[in-house]
């Protein structure tokens, strides 16, 4: 039956039939969309045809009869991708993600418990006069006072000034921080090199300068890369700026750090004085006839590496799930900003710590202590070393273990830094989240943006620069307050080294919004290019000019499952 008319020289064509009776075309279209007219010169096929088979008389015109339009085709929005008002990443991210390694998070749990038991027992046995204040900061003999206290305390509170204000200085000069880092690491190089030279150390000094000059020569091929780095250096400084809780929670992570840590410390010193009683000490005769002394303490032992571990799962955790609030934050930003249906919450910040510390918590803590647990054995391996052993093949194998636990450990948490922010956006399980994170950077070259990016340099060249004030902040106290368990400035080197690697830690958990929103930037781009074209369509184009592989589009096994 045909719906054209051989005489129809107005080309007035009836409504479609009923929707019940429409068909799917040769051509595969389908719901109320039909082929459109065939050209004139089709017609006389069309009466050739129509003249070899049975008339049939069409059906009467009522010119009342009310035909329903075609349904519209499905409503897509102006955005890029999705429909409802999420774009195509949107749709994969987990508004309901379910509770993941369950058994990693009661490990964690049971862990913890015991060390606040072992605490509790360890901080008893410290000295009695430990914390009191004797109304002098100069004549203070015992090293665990206020005064001592006090000195930590502005370590601290200048390590948050100082990183405060180089993330504001940070905002408003992102180009020009990247050159001058990329100078100032030569600069520390060749004058780490000359000050080895100066003190004789020709080896070392010699090597360092070499790497130097060769670091150096490397700004003409690194050059091009400041226009990345700087474009997506402000991309994060921007999000950051709007949504200012990044820098608060970063803060609030900051302190739970330095108590968990000032915890810790007492625990570990007061170790010392509790474990003395399970000492055991035994007489023993050398080949010479002469006697000695041998003592040995097991458990002293074991309190220690369990205290130790402790150490890096705790801090590993903490920092983790900072980690993974933060890369949730930028992922709604970088899936939900702009899309007509809005965010998928109200508070988008409390939201992704909801889920850090709940549903993702288990994939958190297995993460972390597969790293807790490597640098765990790099650390009694260094003790070995640090024991003075004459065995020269005990320390040969002990430093070759090191070495490749290192090589072990930085893959590790590099591989994790990615695995956590596919846990933040799709809720996955460690092992999922792993399996995805080597397929993102394996198959669509995230490994080059990661290398381009010169980010890590700035925030190296902030760290050293805030320790080396604050370790000279250290220094000015002591040597100001002359306390007198420094008399003879024993302890100047180990507090001025303490700072040092204080105001560094404490530097990068605050900063912690740029690193985990860089990383967060590459995956999302390589997850769902299509939203970065929209939100940032100047970084979109210079990605898909550098970096084709990463913007070929989104994976297929990628699901919404987890």
């Known amino acids: 039956m045909s719906y054209y008319n051989n005489d129809n020289s107005n080309n007035y064509y009836p409504p479609p039939p009923p929707l019940h009776q429409q068909q799917y075309d040769n051509s595969g279209n389908g719901g109320g969309y039909y082929q459109p007219p065939p050209p004139q010169q089709q017609q006389q096929q069309y009466q050739q045809y129509q003249q070899q088979q049975p008339f049939y008389q069409p059906p009467p015109v009522n010119n009342n009869a009310h035909y329903p339009p075609p349904p519209p085709p499905q409503q897509q929005h102006q955005g890029f991708g999705g429909f409802d008002g999420d774009f195509k990443g949107a749709k994969q991210y987990n508004r309901t993600p379910k509770f993941r390694d369950l058994w990693a998070a009661l490990l964690f749990l049971a862990h913890f418990a015991l060390f606040v038991v072992m605490a509790v027992l360890f901080i008893k046995a410290l000295p009695s006069s430990a914390f009191k204040y004797s109304g002098q900061l100069k004549y203070t003999k015992n090293f665990y006072s206020w005064p001592t206290m006090i000195m930590w305390l502005c370590v601290l509170l200048a390590s948050i000034v100082f990183s405060v204000l180089y993330l504001l200085i940070l905002q408003m000069f992102a180009g020009q921080m990247l050159v001058i880092s990329f100078w100032f690491s030569v600069l520390v190089m060749i004058g780490t090199g000359a000050y080895y030279l100066a003190a004789k150390i020709w080896f070392a000094g010699a090597l360092m300068v070499i790497f130097g000059i060769f670091y150096a020569l490397m700004w003409f091929s690194w050059r091009h890369r400041i226009p990345f780095s700087k474009l997506v250096l402000q991309t994060v400084c921007r999000i950051t700026r709007r949504f200012p809780s990044t820098m608060v ?314």
């Open 249 to 562: 929670i970063s803060l609030v992570f900051l302190i739970i750090q330095t108590a968990y840590s000032a915890l810790w410390s007492l625990a570990f010193a007061g170790s010392f004085k509790h474990m003395e009683k399970y000492q055991s000490c035994s007489m023993h005769t050398d080949r010479n006839g002469r006697q000695y002394q041998s003592c040995s303490n097991p458990k002293e032992i074991l309190a220690w590496i369990y205290m130790v571990f402790s150490f890096y799962w705790t801090s590993s955790v903490i920092l983790n799930v900072l980690h993974t609030t933060i890369s949730g934050t930028f992922a709604t930003y970088y899936f939900f900003e702009g899309a007509p249906g809005g965010y998928p919450t109200k508070h988008v910040m409390l939201s992704s710590l909801k889920r850090s510390t709940t549903n993702s918590f288990g994939s958190i803590c297995f993460g972390s202590l597969i790293v807790a647990l490597i640098q765990t054995v790099r650390s009694v391996l260094r003790a070995i070393r640090g024991q003075g052993n004459d065995n020269i093949a005990v320390q040969l194998i002990a430093c070759c273990v090191d070495c490749i636990l290192g090589c072990i450990e930085g893959l590790v948490e590099f591989f994790n830094k990615y695995a956590y922010v596919e846990i933040a956006i799709y809720g996955k399980p460690f092992t999922q989240a792993a399996k995805d994170t080597w397929s993102l950077i394996k198959d669509r070259g995230v490994d080059a943006l990661i290398n381009d990016c010169l980010i890590g340099n700035v925030l190296q060249m902030g760290s050293f620069l805030c320790a080396a004030v604050v370790a000279l902040i250290a220094w000015l106290y002591i040597t100001i307050t002359k306390p007198e368990y420094n008399s003879t400035g024993s302890y100047t080197a180990p507090i001025i080294l303490s700072a040092f690697i204080i105001a560094m830690s404490m530097f990068m958990v605050l900063l912690k919004c740029i690193d985990s929103g860089a990383a967060t930037t590459f995956v999302c781009l390589a997850e769902d290019p299509e939203a970065m074209q929209r939100n940032n369509p100047e970084l979109y184009r210079m990605v898909r000019e550098a970096y084709p592989n990463v913007v070929r589009g989104v994976r297929d096994n990628n699901n919404s499952s987890y």
